[in-house]
């Protein structure tokens, strides 16, 4: 039951609602239909909704008919008016068709014309679009055409430039077209390309400078050396006009103009070079490329060849390149912002400094020529003042120069110590002859010698000196000219100039020359009359050493007072020299003594004395003679010395003839021959053949030979053993020793061959004295002994 009625209100719902939505439908917009009808399909009796749709349908179609019905006569009139007017529209009609067809006719021309317009009007406007276009295309094309261009003649600097517009400021404007976008890929390559190239210029520039730096060094050196004489000029030239030329007017009136550095090598590469590498933001990289290259190439510069000692030329040539190499540098460092700095160029220079000066040091201690190391210190200081000129510190140079000097010496004193030798060598150990007064005044001329006396006598006559007096000393002038030509432009003081000069001097004079006047007295073939000569000559040279000192002091212009002057040895030198001389003559005089005592041949067994000296004593005594004549021109003391000597050396001798130990036996009749022959040597010291000695002082040097020739002969012994050791002592030289010996030899020839015969009566007393005599000299020698 309850279920009926629950479906039955259901039912009555649903018919409700499905009136509603057909009213609903039927009063609302068509537009808006669709949710109305969504509605009905979201339930479940849309089959029931259709029969009501339906029925409500029929409703409406009733009502028009009825409606329809109610009007039909309008209707039909309405229709009536239609067909009458349908033939009037047939008319119209027919007459718009054939108006129309008309209009077509004539149409057609102007809708050609009007399609031709319409075409002409859009390539009228594709044409300015494509100017248009072409407008901001073409600069591009035209810039990398430039670009192309500048690249191709390589202008570089000026490419890198076009390419940075182009860049940044056409193709900007164009960038969406196909080929700006290759352009733009193809930027950095172009880049690339200019830097390469532009370092392969730069790589060939720095090929070219070291190829170049010898005829850059050279050439630089030409202008300091003209500048140098343009200073020269400008302080020599007289002023004229009431002033001096000023160093302009003397340099063009000189024609002294030579092509700097800048006109023999093109820099621009470097100057291109570095302005790309600072506009492509490289600037670093190519200032630290450029230092090591250059780095590299200042070794090689600085690699002297290993033969530059041999010539001059060799070390022209390593200097040019040095100079060249730094002319370079300087060059840049002045013409470039920062490509080289200061700092930079001193290192360089502070190891070229070191590397040049171990270099000179090496190879100039090869040279022994004194031309070429005269010429190397002129080149070094060229090289100095050259590099000076550009700003280097070159004081260690002139300081090397100093050591060079020393070795300058050296090569000096060689180089004379060969001319000494040959005029030493040469010389005939002979006063000069002079024939005439031209003669005179010449050898005057070379050689500082006065003497009134010589100057009064008549030609032809002869200076005391042989001819290496005034060779020697005109060659030691020579030197001193040599030594001052060192000094030039080096820069040093009057003072030092002096000191170098004389201390220079003074090793020419105590080792070389004096080494060569040694080895001519040390010859064995030396002579007396060379070792007189040389005495002589070295008494001159000895005299001439004051005007040595006058001559350093005119042309140093220091006198010889000033504080730290250094003194010339030369009078020591020859003293030594005449020394060593003297003392060669007494050694020659003795040794000649020695060979004529070699002749000696005495009969110690003779019974009987000669007649008169021995032969070879009376030669040696005319050889004495004939020496001592040649001493006339030696200062006195030299020759009483050596007559002196020669005679003590005699004494000596004889004594050593009488005592030695191979005459064993002697005779009385053997010692008088020898007394004769002391005779002989007493007689030639009383004849004074060396004027000078007072009283018998040359007699003294037989005295020991005479007192004990005297006591034998004399057989005066009671009056030697009386008064032995007494200053009174008539035998005061006779040494009891010596006595001894003596009587020894005579005691064994009594006993053995009966020497005194003529004592025969009292040989037995004899004998019993000679042994007293002999133990008395015994005693006295064993007294004196204690």
Same mark, same amino acid.
């Given at each position: 039951?309850? +279920?009926?009625?629950?479906?039955?209100?259901?039912?009555?719902?649903?018919?409700?609602?499905? =009136?509603?939505?057909?009213?609903?439908?039927?009063?609302?917009?068509?537009?808006?239909?669709?949710?109305?009808?969504?509605?009905?399909?979201?339930?479940?009796?849309?089959?029931?909704?259709?029969? @009501?749709? =339906?029925?409500?349908?029929?409703?409406?179609?009733?009502?028009?008919?009825?409606?329809?019905?109610?009007?039909?006569?309008?209707?039909?009139?309405? *229709?009536?008016?239609?067909?009458?007017?349908?033939?009037?529209?047939?008319?119209?009609?027919?007459?718009?068709?054939?108006?129309? &067809?008309?209009?077509?006719?004539?149409?057609?021309?102007?809708?050609?014309?009007? =399609?031709?317009?319409?075409?002409? &009007?859009?390539?009228?406007?594709?044409?300015?679009?494509?100017?248009?276009?072409?407008?901001?295309?073409?600069?591009?094309?035209?810039?990398?055409?430039?670009?192309?261009?500048?690249?191709?003649?390589?202008?570089?600097?000026?490419?890198?430039?076009?390419?940075?517009?182009?860049?940044?400021?056409?193709?900007?404007?164009?960038?969406?077209? +196909?080929?700006?976008?290759?352009?733009?890929?193809?930027?950095?390559?172009?880049?690339?390309?200019?830097?390469?190239?532009?370092?392969?210029?730069?790589?060939?520039?720095?090929?070219?400078?070291?190829?170049?730096?010898?005829?850059?060094?050279?050439?630089?050196?030409?202008?300091?050396?003209?500048?140098?004489?343009?200073?020269?000029?400008?302080?020599?030239?007289?002023?004229?006009?009431?002033?001096?030329?000023?160093?302009?007017?003397?340099?063009?009136?000189?024609?002294?103009?030579?092509?700097?550095?800048?006109?023999?090598?093109?820099?621009?590469?470097?100057?291109?070079?570095?302005?790309?590498?600072?506009?492509?933001?490289?600037?670093?990289?190519?200032?630290?490329?450029?230092?090591?290259?250059? &780095?590299?190439? $200042?070794?090689?510069?600085?690699?002297?060849?290993?033969?530059?000692?041999?010539?001059?030329?060799?070390?022209?040539?390593?200097?040019?390149?040095?100079?060249?190499?730094?002319?370079?540098?300087?060059?840049?460092?002045?013409?470039?912002?920062?490509?080289?700095?200061?700092?930079?160029?001193?290192?360089?220079?502070?190891?070229?400094?070191?590397?040049?000066?171990?270099?000179? +040091?090496?190879?100039?201690?090869?040279?022994?020529?004194?031309?070429?190391?005269?010429?190397?210190?002129?080149? !070094?200081?060229?090289?100095?003042?050259?590099?000076?000129?550009?700003?280097?510190?070159?004081?260690?140079?002139?300081?090397?120069?100093?050591? *060079?000097?020393?070795?300058?010496?050296?090569?000096?004193?060689?180089?004379?110590?060969?001319?000494?030798?040959?005029?030493?060598?040469?010389?005939?150990?002979?006063?000069?002859?002079?024939?005439?007064?031209?003669?005179?005044?010449?050898?005057?001329?070379?050689?500082?010698?006065?003497?009134?006396?010589?100057?009064?006598?008549? /030609?032809?006559?002869?200076?005391?000196?042989?001819? /290496?007096?005034?060779?020697?000393?005109?060659?030691? @002038?020579?030197? *001193?000219?040599?030594?001052?030509?060192?000094?030039?432009?080096?820069?040093?003081?009057?003072?030092?100039?002096?000191?170098? *000069?004389?201390?220079?001097?003074?090793?020419?004079?105590?080792?070389?020359?004096?080494?060569?006047?040694?080895?001519?007295?040390?010859?064995?073939?030396?002579?007396?009359?060379?070792?007189?000569?040389? !005495?002589?000559?070295?008494?001159?040279?000895?005299?001439?050493?004051?005007?040595?000192?006058?001559?350093?002091?005119?042309?140093?212009?220091?006198?010889?007072?000033?504080?730290?002057?250094? @003194?010339?040895?030369?009078?020591?030198?020859?003293?030594?020299?005449?020394?060593?001389?003297?003392?060669?003559?007494?050694?020659?005089?003795?040794?000649? !003594?020695?060979?004529?005592?070699?002749?000696?041949?005495?009969?110690?067994?003779?019974?009987?004395?000669?007649?008169?000296?021995?032969?070879?004593?009376?030669?040696?005594?005319?050889?004495?003679?004939?020496?001592?004549?040649?001493?006339?021109?030696?200062?006195?003391?030299?020759?009483?010395?050596?007559?002196?000597?020669?005679?003590?050396?005699?004494?000596?001798?004889?004594?050593?003839?009488?005592?030695?130990?191979?005459? +064993?036996?002697?005779?009385?009749?053997?010692?008088?021959?020898?007394?004769?022959?002391?005779?002989?040597?007493?007689?030639?010291? &009383?004849?004074?053949?060396?004027?000078? /000695?007072?009283?018998?002082?040359?007699?003294? $040097?037989?005295?020991?030979?005479?007192?004990?020739?005297?006591?034998? !002969?004399?057989?005066?012994?009671?009056?030697?053993?009386?008064?032995?050791?007494?200053?009174?002592?008539?035998?005061?030289?006779?040494?009891?020793?010596?006595?001894?010996?003596?009587?020894?030899?005579?005691?064994?020839?009594?006993?053995?061959?009966?020497?005194?015969?003529?004592?025969? @009566?009292?040989?037995?007393?004899?004998?019993?004295?000679?042994?007293?005599? $002999?133990?008395?000299?015994?005693?006295l020698i064993n007294s004196h002994h204690s």
């Open positions: 039951m309850e +279920r009926g009625k629950m479906a039955e209100l259901e039912s009555l719902e649903t018919a409700a609602e499905h =009136e509603r939505i057909l009213r609903e439908i039927e009063s609302t917009d068509t537009a808006c239909i669709g949710p109305t009808l969504r509605s009905v399909y979201d339930g479940e009796e849309h089959g029931r909704f259709m029969e @009501k749709l =339906e029925a409500r349908i029929r409703n409406h179609d009733r009502e028009i008919e009825k409606m329809c019905n109610f009007h039909y006569q309008g209707f039909v009139d309405s *229709i009536t008016e239609l067909l009458k007017v349908r033939g009037e529209a047939q008319k119209l009609k027919n007459q718009v068709t054939d108006t129309n &067809r008309k209009l077509q006719n004539e149409g057609k021309e102007l809708i050609i014309a009007m =399609e031709e317009l319409k075409q002409c &009007r859009l390539q009228q406007r594709n044409i300015s679009a494509t100017v248009d276009k072409l407008t901001l295309c073409l600069p591009v094309l035209e810039m990398y055409s430039k670009l192309r261009e500048q690249m191709k003649s390589k202008r570089h600097y000026p490419a890198l430039k076009t390419l940075e517009h182009l860049e940044h400021t056409y193709l900007p404007q164009v960038s969406h077209y +196909r080929f700006c976008k290759i352009m733009v890929d193809n930027i950095p390559k172009l880049r690339e390309e200019i830097k390469e190239v532009s370092m392969s210029d730069l790589k060939d520039f720095l090929e070219s400078i070291r190829k170049h730096s010898d005829k850059i060094g050279e050439t630089a050196m030409k202008q300091a050396q003209q500048q140098r004489n343009l200073d020269n000029i400008v302080s020599q030239h007289p002023r004229i006009s009431g002033g001096k030329k000023s160093k302009k007017e003397v340099f063009a009136s000189s024609d002294l103009e030579v092509p700097g550095a800048q006109d023999l090598v093109d820099f621009s590469p470097v100057y291109r070079c570095l302005h790309i590498y600072s506009v492509l933001g490289a600037r670093e990289t190519f200032e630290n490329y450029y230092r090591k290259q250059r &780095r590299k190439q $200042a070794r090689l510069v600085l690699q002297p060849p290993s033969n530059m000692h041999e010539t001059l030329d060799g070390y022209r040539k390593y200097f040019n390149q040095i100079v060249g190499f730094f002319v370079v540098e300087d060059h840049i460092l002045h013409t470039t912002q920062g490509l080289v700095n200061r700092a930079y160029i001193d290192e360089l220079w502070e190891m070229a400094l070191s590397k040049t000066i171990a270099a000179l +040091r090496t190879h100039s201690s090869y040279c022994s020529d004194p031309s070429l190391v005269l010429d190397l210190k002129n080149l !070094i200081v060229l090289f100095a003042d050259t590099l000076q000129g550009y700003g280097f510190p070159v004081n260690q140079l002139f300081d090397m120069l100093l050591e *060079i000097q020393d070795q300058y010496s050296e090569t000096l004193l060689k180089k004379w110590s060969g001319v000494f030798r040959n005029i030493l060598d040469s010389d005939n150990y002979s006063p000069i002859p002079v024939t005439n007064e031209e003669v005179y005044k010449k050898i005057v001329g070379q050689f500082p010698f006065q003497d009134a006396e010589l100057e009064k006598q008549p /030609f032809p006559k002869k200076f005391p000196f042989s001819e /290496f007096v005034p060779k020697v000393y005109s060659q030691i @002038k020579e030197f *001193i000219y040599a030594c001052l030509k060192f000094s030039e432009d080096l820069h040093l003081s009057s003072t030092e100039v002096d000191d170098m *000069i004389r201390k220079s001097t003074n090793l020419l004079l105590t080792r070389t020359l004096s080494n060569c006047l040694q080895n001519v007295i040390k010859r064995k073939n030396v002579g007396l009359t060379e070792l007189v000569q040389i !005495i002589i000559n070295t008494t001159h040279l000895e005299k001439s050493c004051k005007f040595l000192e006058e001559f350093i002091t005119n042309i140093t212009n220091v006198l010889p007072e000033t504080v730290h002057t250094t @003194k010339l040895y030369g009078t020591t030198t020859f003293k030594d020299a005449r020394h060593a001389a003297e003392e060669e003559i007494y050694t020659n005089l003795n040794q000649k !003594i020695d060979q004529f005592l070699q002749l000696a041949d005495y009969d110690w067994m003779a019974m009987e004395p000669g007649s008169k000296a021995s032969d070879y004593l009376v030669d040696l005594i005319g050889f004495l003679r004939s020496t001592f004549a040649v001493f006339t021109h030696l200062p006195g003391k030299v020759a009483q010395t050596a007559c002196m000597s020669a005679c003590k050396h005699l004494s000596t001798s004889l004594m050593q003839l009488l005592l030695e130990a191979e005459v +064993r036996q002697l005779t009385l009749g053997a010692l008088q021959q020898f007394n004769l022959d002391v005779e002989e040597c007493e007689q030639f010291a &009383r004849s004074g053949p060396v004027p000078g /000695f007072q009283g018998d002082t040359l007699q003294l $040097a037989f005295i020991d030979l005479r007192q004990l020739l005297d006591l034998f !002969i004399q057989w005066d012994w009671s009056t030697y053993l009386a008064d032995y050791g007494q200053p009174t002592c008539k035998y005061l030289r006779v040494n009891p020793t010596t006595a001894l010996v003596l009587l020894e030899k005579m005691r064994d020839t009594s006993r053995k061959n009966n020497v005194f015969a003529q004592f025969r @009566k009292n040989e037995r007393d004899k004998q019993k004295l000679i042994d007293t005599v $002999a133990k008395q000299l015994r005693g």
